[in-house]
């Protein structure tokens, strides 16, 4: 009888946000980005040197897909337009008879809104952490009187 061993590990090779590498600690993925940086693009990997050809790959982004992506030859997953919110990119690979290996989360992030969509940016202005140019027209007008 002979034992199949399922590709291990799974690897993230390179991650990029708006179409610039972005370098991160691979072994602990976790990015903090600002509502501009909404393209994610990921390469990944597995280790196995028999028959790696044939391995197939399923990815999904946990906040975006409501479903498995597979793919056999592109390593690579893109994101175009993401909303602002967190994410956990997930993979799990098949060896070459199709014994699929249990998820990995692999990356998470989030996208931040900016401020004036956030719950923060009215207790500012109310509080005046934040000047809006119509309280500070009416200053300056009254000061001209």
């Not at 809104?113 to 140019?133: A, I, K, N, T």
Request: aromatic share 12%.
């Amino acid at each position: 009888m002979r034992v199949w061993l399922l590709p291990q590990p799974l690897l993230l090779d390179r991650i990029y946000v708006n179409n610039e590498e972005w370098f991160t600690d691979l072994d602990h993925p976790v990015l903090h980005l600002d509502y501009t940086q909404k393209n994610i693009s990921v390469d990944f990997t597995a280790v196995h040197f028999i028959n790696a050809d044939k391995l197939r790959f399923a990815y999904r982004l946990a906040g975006a897909d409501d479903d498995w992506k597979y793919s056999t030859s592109n390593r690579n997953a893109q994101y175009a337009s993401l909303s602002p919110g967190s994410y956990v990119f997930k993979l799990k690979v098949a060896d070459e008879r199709g014994n699929w290996g249990p998820e990995h989360e692999m990356l998470s992030f989030t996208i931040v809104p900016p401020l004036e969509d956030s719950m923060v940016y009215p207790v500012c202005v109310r509080y005046g952490g934040l000047h809006d140019d119509v309280d500070h027209q009416k200053t300056n007008s009254h000061d001209s009187v």
